[in-house]
Structure formats: C-alpha cells, structure tokens
C-alpha cells in the first residue's frame, strides 16, 4: 500500500481539481491553488525562521534540553509544535485541495498538539539520542554518541586532571 499511496494521492489530487475547477472555474481553482501554496511558503518561512532563532538562543545560552530535566516537557511540546506547524506549511506548499485542507486542519490547535505529539514520538524513536549517563545512541554503553563511543558529547561533566609530558624534550636548534 505504500508504494502506491503517493499515486493514489495524486489520482485523488487531480480528481478533485477537476471537481473544483467545475465547480467555480479553471482560473479560480488555480488561483486558489496559488495562494495556498504562497500562505505554505509563507508558514515555512516564518516557523523555520522561529525554529532556528530558538535553536541558536539555546546554544548561546548553553542550555541543552537533554541536561535540564524539568524544561525536557516544555520544549519538546514546543519543537512538537513547530514540527506540526512545518508540516502543515509543507502540505500546503503542495499543489492539492486534499493536501490543502490537511494543512489546514493541521493548524487547529487541539490536531496540532495531537500530531504534534505523534511526531515527536516518532522522531524519539528514529533518532533515540542519548537515553542515560554512558548510553549510546543505539541504547547500550559505548555506542555511538555515548561518553566513550565515537563523536561522544560531553556537557556539564569537568574532570581535573594534569598533563604529564613523559617525552623528552627534543632539540630545539634543529
């Protein structure tokens, strides 16, 4: 069934421009079309722009979500809500009355923060990131992304120490 539903989408797609178009008229459907996918453009525009200076905030700020417990329901609710408000931006760049509407839908709070949260559990599961103290990314000690494994990331964790130089030193007049 996934192989055919882009298809299928487009089959129903076109389907309901013919139906549109004989409704109000050729001009007017693909004046419709036109506007929505500016208003698209336009909610992609604003809510990466919102995502980015909120990502860049963070990183100034030195705050990393992961770290602070009690913002982690906070701020994963709001990249859940932007990840919605993106994707309804994205449906409604898409020529379609089906996807239109879908994107539409999409920014009626109560569906937003629904989707929004199914995102936001499907993302959780791609990308699983670091789950404990020592715990890769692929959940066990030692994988990738964990304090030992490579590309590991270290916040908040300073250990002193001294650097003992056990070579000797060698001529400099060489």
């Known amino acids: 069934m996934r192989r055919f539903g882009p298809f299928a989408l487009g089959v129903i797609e076109l389907i309901t421009l013919v139906m549109v178009a004989n409704w109000v008229g050729l001009g007017w459907a693909l004046l419709l079309l036109l506007g929505t996918s500016i208003l698209g453009v336009a909610l992609l525009r ?25 913002s982690v329901p906070a701020s994963s609710a709001r990249m859940a809500d932007t990840g919605a408000r993106i994707l309804s931006g994205v449906l409604l760049t898409f020529p379609g009355f089906v ?67 056990n070579d000797p030193p060698r001529d400099q007049h060489k």
């Open 46 to 70: 604003i809510e990466g722009l919102r995502a980015w200076q909120e990502l860049r905030a963070a990183a100034a700020d030195g705050r990393f979500p992961q770290d602070e417990p009690e």
């Open 99 to 165: 996807t239109d509407l879908m994107g539409l839908v999409l920014l009626i709070p109560p569906i937003r923060r629904g989707v929004g949260r199914r995102l936001a559990a499907s993302a959780f599961r791609t990308f699983p990131g670091r789950r404990g103290h020592g715990m890769g990314g692929l959940g066990r000690p030692g994988g990738p992304g964990s304090a030992g494994g490579p590309g590991g990331i270290h916040h908040g964790v300073v250990i002193e120490g001294e650097v003992v130089e």
